[in-house]
């Protein structure tokens, strides 16, 4: 008899949890139909979401679908939902303007987690908010200019030998070549001479602790979806928690690396033409210069970022030159105009001459945008112009770059790899919110600069002297990774290269 009043007890207050969870669910997603706002219908328990421990496709997919859904439905921009998070999402390129640029103090934040204290590693420019983020971009924005650029183009040149052997040691007819690894190993040896002042040469030595632990800083392990997911839907229970994203032995490693390299430096007066020395002399520039913390920071999402974005870049532009030879050769004969104007040498203003490269590169990241959303935060109350519509303090706002680099609005068969879209005519007739890679306005990526300078030094020095053809071992057409940020194709692309004589 006891027994089955327990139980009878248990089951009454199950069944109460359950009835107040459902409650709360059913009330969060009528949270845009109380705000007269257009929204995607959702589904209990994930939203507009599909699970996040076991994701079938790359999330850039995901979001796509729901801005072409909204485009089909005439919207101009909609709601949406991460579990019982409300998303509000642009459709219109002028609200879209409006949030990058125009009423930009509406949404200065990112609405990332960072925990400055725990996970020192986390707090980097892309994810400060505030004040905080304004300091920090006001110091590092002289860091990025056309001098400073320029000055550390050396420093990109000096790694080319190391890629160059590498072709031509795996420059056999018709042998294939891990086109992805190579260019990864040329951007990990970039990265760690710009950022970490380390001469990394990964291609002899693949699996130095550098690349390894730098590969585990971009894995998105089930444990590290579920801690973002967390963070994202509920970031100030997780910082009450002191959540941390980074894994230990990750941020160690770097902080580590980061601490000797800066401690070698200034105790023997060394000096070098890279990022790491800018950072040191805005530590040591006054009281209100850098911290070793917000240091190694910087040059943690330097990596992170200048690494897997530019390398894939290369590959998939590459690799789209590969099934269109007379793209290539167009791309060649612009590298051999230019350069014997500059006495064959790569020179930083060579590369800023080659414009059909700027066109390619440019289609490139069209079709394959590494970061294929944006988010933003609204940190104060903003009323949508010409609508009566309020995006309440604190809502998350998802922005579908790929949705709107494959808008045939904007560009007519988006599926074709097409670099005239970029020529100087079609710009000027296009919406400049239509192709934002990098973002736009204040919160544009501040090393876009640098980015694009790596790739066309990498990709300058390898068509100069290698045809390239896709191989079939190549597995078309290309499926992308369904976990992570990054946009990366999920397996290899292997291509075929052959010696340019003379």
């Known amino acids: 008899m006891l027994f089955n009043c327990d139980l ?42 599909e699970s996040p421990l076991r ?23 909609g709601g949406l939902y991460l579990i019982t998070s409300p998303r509000y999402m642009v459709v219109d390129l002028d609200y879209l303007k ?5 009423d930009f103090d509406h949404f200065v934040d990112r609405g990332l987690y960072y925990n400055e204290k725990d996970d020192p590693l986390s707090a980097h420019l892309f994810a400060l908010s505030g004040q905080k983020w304004r300091k920090l971009r006001a110091k590092l924005t002289p860091t990025f200019t056309s001098g400073k650029m320029k000055m550390m183009f050396q420093t990109l040149v000096d790694c080319l030998p190391n890629l160059l052997q590498k072709i031509e040691a795996d420059c056999v007819p018709k042998a294939p070549i891990d086109i992805k690894e190579t260019l990864g190993c040329f951007t990990t040896d970039i990265i760690g001479s710009c950022a970490f002042g380390l001469d990394c040469n990964t291609f002899k030595e693949e699996n130095s602790p550098f690349r390894e632990y730098g590969r585990k ?47 070698y ?41 200048g690494f897997e974005t530019s390398s894939t870049t290369m590959t998939f532009l590459l690799y789209e030159l590969s099934r269109r030879p007379e793209l290539q050769e167009k791309v060649r004969d612009e590298i051999n105009t230019v ?14 001459e080659m414009k059909y490269m700027d066109q390619v590169i440019n289609e490139t990241l069209r079709m394959y945008p590494p970061l294929a959303f944006l988010n933003r935060e609204c940190v104060k109350d903003y009323k949508v112009p010409g609508e009566d519509v309020i995006i309440e303090k604190g809502t998350a706002v998802t922005i579908s770059v790929l949705g709107i680099h494959y808008d045939e609005e904007y ?39 640098f980015g694009l300078m790596q790739s ?9 002297q290698y045809k390239f053809t896709v191989n079939k071992k190549t597995q078309e057409p290309l499926k992308m990774k369904p976990g992570g940020f990054i946009m990366s194709v999920q397996g290899e692309i292997w291509l075929t290269a052959e010696k340019i004589e003379n």
Not at 421 to 448: L, T, V, W
Request: glycine share 4%.
């Open 55 to 77: 994701p079938k496709e790359y999330m850039g997919f995901r979001i796509k679908r729901y801005y072409d859904n909204m485009k089909a439905k005439g919207w101009k921009h």
């Open 339 to 352: 350069l014997k104007n500059h006495d064959g040498i790569v020179t930083y203003e060579a590369i800023q």
């Open 98 to 102: 409006n949030i990058m640029s125009k």
């Open 8 to 49: 009878s007890h248990l089951l009454a207050v199950s069944a109460t949890l359950i009835a107040i969870v459902f409650a709360y669910f059913k009330w969060s997603f009528q949270y845009w139909q109380r705000r007269n706002l257009n929204y995607l219908k959702p589904k209990f328990p994930f939203g507009n979401a």
């Open 217 to 263: 800083g971009l894995e998105l392990t089930p444990s590290q979806v579920f801690r973002l997911v967390l963070s994202t839907v509920w970031p100030n229970m997780c910082k009450f928690f002191r959540l941390t994203l980074t894994s230990k032995d990750v941020s160690a490693f770097f902080l580590k690396l980061i601490k000797d390299t800066v401690d």
């Open 265 to 305: 430096r200034e105790t023997n007066t060394v000096t070098r033409n890279d990022f790491l020395q800018i950072l040191i002399d805005l530590k040591n520039k006054s009281s209100e210069g850098l911290s070793f913390e917000e240091i190694a920071a910087q040059c943690f999402v330097f990596f992170l970022a």
């Open 411 to 449: 560009y007519p068969e988006p599926e074709k790899f097409d670099p005239e879209r970029f020529n100087d005519e079609n710009k000027r007739s296009r919406h400049q919110y239509a192709h934002i890679p990098f973002g736009e306005g204040p919160r544009i990526c501040i090393g876009m600069r």
């Open 456 to 464: 066309k030094v990498g990709l300058t020095a390898l068509l100069r």
